[in-house]
């Protein structure tokens, strides 16, 4: 699965909302601070999942972004599909022809039911991750996810930005 600009900072903006305090708006200005994006590009993304439905603006001196929902309520398969695309068997069969205009294997293939199991594996695993469950520091987060997916080690000791 490729994971793009726009649903990785879009992913980050929305966990900046779900952070807040029930009730309390976030200023894009704020989320670009933490995230280290441009206010610009935050409000682009904020935008993309107002009009979904994720989020809602106030505006004012005093505005800013509030969640819609609960984090315990939204999952990841919905922010990935609002931001971007879920991947599909249909899409890897069709994207991947060689010189032909349909895969030559198209009729009888073996490796089209790796690709969808996988497939199905990671969109069932995103539409049962909710955001709720990655508000906490990045190994309570793996060992909960770990016990769902059976990974004994998580993130297998190592944060994926090599801190600590």
């Not at 609002?82 to 060689?98: A, E, H, K, N, R």
């Not at 690709?115 to 990655?134: E, V």
Request: aromatic share 6%; hydrophobic share 35%.
């Amino acid at each position: 699965m490729k994971i793009t600009a726009q649903e990785e900072y879009g992913l980050r903006c929305l966990l900046q909302l779900a952070r807040a305090p029930q009730g309390e708006l976030v200023s894009v200005k704020e989320i670009g601070t933490r995230e280290g994006l441009s206010p610009a590009y935050v409000e682009k993304l904020l935008r993309v999942m107002s009009r979904s439905g994720l989020v809602h603006s106030v505006r004012g001196v005093k505005g800013g972004y509030i969640m819609n929902r609960p984090p315990a309520q939204v999952s990841l398969g919905e922010v990935i599909r609002v931001l971007g695309t879920m991947p599909s068997t249909s899409q890897i069969c069709t994207d991947f022809t060689g010189n032909q205009q349909a895969c030559v294997h198209f009729s009888d293939c073996g490796i089209r039911s790796v690709w969808s199991g996988l497939t199905n594996y990671i969109q069932s695993f995103l539409d049962q991750t909710t955001l709720a469950s990655l508000l906490g520091q990045e190994y309570a987060v793996a060992e909960q996810l770990s016990k769902r997916t059976g990974n004994k080690n998580g993130t297998n000791g190592t944060p994926l930005n090599g801190g600590g």
